[in-house]
C-alpha cells in the first residue's frame, strides 16, 4: 500500500509541475502590457532627468503626475480586460487539471497492469532474490555431485546423499540406480538395503517388485527389526495372494512399534484395508470395494476394446496389489493373447510378471 501512495504522491507532483506555469494568476502577472510599461518607464526617464538637473523639480512634479494619471487609466482599463478574459481561460484551465490528475495515474495504472510486473510488488526484492539464488545454489550443488561421481564412481557415500535429491525431484529411476551403487560400494547395512527397497516401490507406483522385495528380506537379515522392511514384505504378501501372512507381520509390526511412531498411522491403515479393526486410522481411507471397482472397469475395457502392453501391465499389477494372483495371472494370459502379434508388447507383458513372481503365467 505504501508504494503505491508514493507512486501517486510523484505523479500528482509531475502533473501540477507542468500545469502551474498555466494557472491565472501565473499567466497573468506575466502578461506584458505595452501601455502600463511606457509609462513606467516615462516616469523612470523623468526621475533620472531631474537627477541629472535637465529638469527643475516643478516641472519633473507636473510630467511625473501628468504620466501618473495616464499610467492609472491604462491600469484600470486592461484589469477589467484581463479579468474578463481571465475567467473562461481560468475555467479551462482547471477542468484540463482535473482532467490530467485524474486520466494520467489512471492510464499509466492500465499501461503497467498490462505490459508491467504487478506480481513483482507482491514478494520483497530481497526474497525473490534469495529464492533464486536458492535455486541456482541448489542446482549448482546438484551439478557438482554428479560431476564428482562421474569421475568417482566407486563413492558409495556420495550415491547415498545424492539419492534422496533425486527423489526431491522427481527423478525415481535415478535414485534407484544411486541407492544400488550406495549398496554395492559400502557396507552392507539395514537402512540402506530397506531405503533401496523403498525407492524401487515408489519408481513402480507401489508395487514390491522381485527386486524390491529381495532388498528388504536383506535388510530384515540384517537388522530383524527394521520397520520399513517389515512394512513392505507385509505389502508384499498382501500382493502374493498370502493375506493372512500380511495381517500377521501387520500387527506384530504394530504390537512392537512406539504408539507415537511415524509408520503406526500407515500400518492400521493398511490392516483396515484388510477389514481388520485396527482403531484409529482406517475411518479415512478408501474402502476396498471403491478400488476393486476402479480396476473391474479397467479390466472390462481391456477386454471390450484392447488396450496396449503398459494398460494390461497396469491391471496385472493393481490386481497383484489388491492380492489377486489368480486375477492377475489370467490379465497376464489374457494381455499375451491380445498381444500376440507384437513382440515388445510381449515382453513388456513378461517383464511384469516376472516382477509380480507370477510364474504359473509365463508361457
Do not use: C
Request: net charge neutral; no cysteine.
Amino acid at each position: 500500500m505504501v508504494i503505491w501512495i508514493i507512486l501517486l504522491a510523484m505523479t500528482a507532483a509531475a502533473v501540477m509541475a507542468v500545469l502551474w506555469p498555466l494557472s491565472r494568476h501565473y499567466a497573468v502577472t506575466r502578461q506584458a502590457d505595452p501601455d502600463t510599461r511606457f509609462y513606467r518607464e516615462q516616469i523612470a526617464e523623468i526621475e533620472r532627468d531631474q537627477a541629472r538637473g535637465v529638469l527643475m523639480p516643478s516641472e519633473a512634479e507636473a510630467a511625473k503626475a501628468e504620466a501618473g494619471r495616464r499610467l492609472l487609466r491604462a491600469t484600470g482599463l486592461h484589469g477589467e480586460a484581463y479579468a474578463a478574459v481571465g475567467e473562461p481561460a481560468l475555467r479551462r484551465r482547471r477542468a484540463a487539471s482535473t482532467l490530467a490528475l485524474s486520466i494520467i495515474p489512471i492510464l499509466a495504472l492500465a499501461t503497467y497492469e498490462i505490459y508491467g510486473s504487478p506480481q513483482a510488488l507482491t514478494q520483497a526484492p530481497a526474497a525473490q532474490i534469495a529464492q533464486q539464488a536458492g535455486n541456482v545454489d541448489f542446482m549448482t550443488a546438484v551439478a557438482q555431485i554428479e560431476s564428482h561421481l562421474a569421475k568417482n564412481p566407486q563413492d558409495g557415500r556420495g550415491w547415498e546423499v545424492i539419492a534422496p535429491v533425486y527423489i526431491r525431484m522427481g527423478r525415481m529411476d535415478d535414485a534407484v540406480r544411486a541407492y544400488q551403487a550406495a549398496v554395492r560400494y559400502q557396507p552392507p547395512d539395514a537402512d540402506r538395503f530397506a531405503n533401496l527397497g523403498e525407492v524401487m516401490v515408489m519408481a513402480k507406483d507401489g508395487l514390491v517388485s522381485a527386486e524390491a522385495q529381495a532388498a528388504f528380506e536383506q535388510a530384515v537379515k540384517l537388522d530383524a527389526s527394521s520397520p520399513k522392511a517389515r512394512f513392505y514384505l507385509a505389502r508384499a504378501a498382501v500382493q502374493d495372494g498370502q493375506v493372512d501372512k500380511a495381517k500377521a507381520a501387520y500387527a506384530q509390526l504394530l504390537a512392537s512399534s512406539p504408539p507415537d511412531a511415524p509408520w503406526v498411522e500407515a500400518v492400521k491403515q493398511e490392516l483396515a484395508a484388510l477389514d481388520v479393526p485396527a482403531g484409529q486410522g482406517g475411518e479415512n481411507r478408501i474402502g476396498p470395494e471403491a478400488i476393486a471397482g476402479m480396476v473391474a472397469g479397467l479390466a472390462s475395457r481391456l477386454e471390450a476394446q484392447g488396450g496396449t502392453a503398459e494398460e494390461w501391465a497396469r491391471l496385472m499389477r493393481s490386481y497383484a496389489v489388491l492380492g489377486q494372483r489368480d486375477k492377475a495371472m489370467a490379465a497376464a494370459r489374457r494381455a499375451r493373447e491380445a498381444l500376440a502379434q507384437d513382440s515388445a508388447a510381449l515382453k513388456t507383458i513378461d517383464t511384469m510378471a516376472q516382477e509380480l513372481k507370477l510364474t504359473d503365467a509365463q508361457p
